[in-house]
């Protein structure tokens, strides 16, 4: 987007997934990889923004001028995304939050003994969610990784959570959703579909997005 565009704007991503221990040397965790936040973090660092990254466990480094915050859990992530929403401005939630964590973390590993083994879990705060109830002027884009009726499911999303703005990512498609570096997404607000974007890098999806929300952020002057 262009530069400057979201100066003096302090933006907050969520990347990657979340990881939630079952014991010592187990977890449960998902393929979101992190590209698709990484990628939102760093081009708004392009256009004038302080952004802060709130990542779960992925491989990709620190993009160049952010303010890094690594989570594994989400219960840890929630921490550190309602912690700074009182100073941020924008708020991007990329991430692959887990629905549920097992009930309990074991304290030793879990030793081999029947020929099953049931595990219990329970649900996780859903911090979008809690975020569409806390917001002041903050603008806040969620996203919706679907397997089929991306419209209905995305917009429900977008009005039980409270979002300006919902990213609607079809995650069957091909080229689109978890680990790779293209994606294919339709963007909804409250009144439904702004843009459906064809398949393209995930750095060009990060900078359209940026540009919706900056022509209708509260924060920017002359919105
Ligand atoms: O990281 P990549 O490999 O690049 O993959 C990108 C992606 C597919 C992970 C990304 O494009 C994407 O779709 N992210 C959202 C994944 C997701 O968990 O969607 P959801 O429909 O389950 O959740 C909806 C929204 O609520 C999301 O913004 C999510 O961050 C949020 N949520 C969900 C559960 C929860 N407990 N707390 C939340 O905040």
Do not use: W
């Amino acid at each position: 987007g262009e530069p400057g565009r979201l100066k003096d704007q302090r933006v907050l991503v969520t990347a990657g997934g979340t990881l939630e221990r079952i014991d010592p040397v187990r977890y449960i965790t998902n393929d979101s990889s992190g590209k698709m936040g990484y990628a939102i973090a760093e081009e708004a660092v392009r256009m004038g923004a302080a952004v802060t990254l709130v990542s779960g466990p992925s491989a990709l480094p620190a993009p160049n001028g952010v303010e890094m915050v690594r989570v594994q859990s989400a219960l840890d992530m929630r921490e550190a995304v309602l912690s700074r929403l009182d100073t941020s401005d924008l708020v991007i939630k990329a991430a692959a939050v887990a629905d549920y964590r097992p009930a309990v973390v074991a304290e030793q590993k879990i030793k081999k003994k029947s020929d099953s083994l049931t595990l219990e879990l329970i649900k996780n705060p859903d911090i979008l969610q809690e975020i569409g109830t806390l917001k002041k002027h903050q603008f806040v884009i969620g996203f919706a990784a679907e397997t089929e009726r991306l419209d209905e499911h995305a917009l429900d999303k977008l009005n039980r959570k409270n979002c300006d703005l919902i990213v609607g990512n079809n995650v069957s498609q091909a080229g689109a959703g978890f680990s790779g570096d293209t994606n294919v997404v339709s963007i909804y607000d409250r009144n439904g579909l702004v843009e459906a974007l064809p398949i393209q890098s995930k750095k060009d999806v990060a900078r359209k997005l940026l540009e919706l929300a900056a022509d209708r952020m509260p924060t920017i002057a002359g919105n």
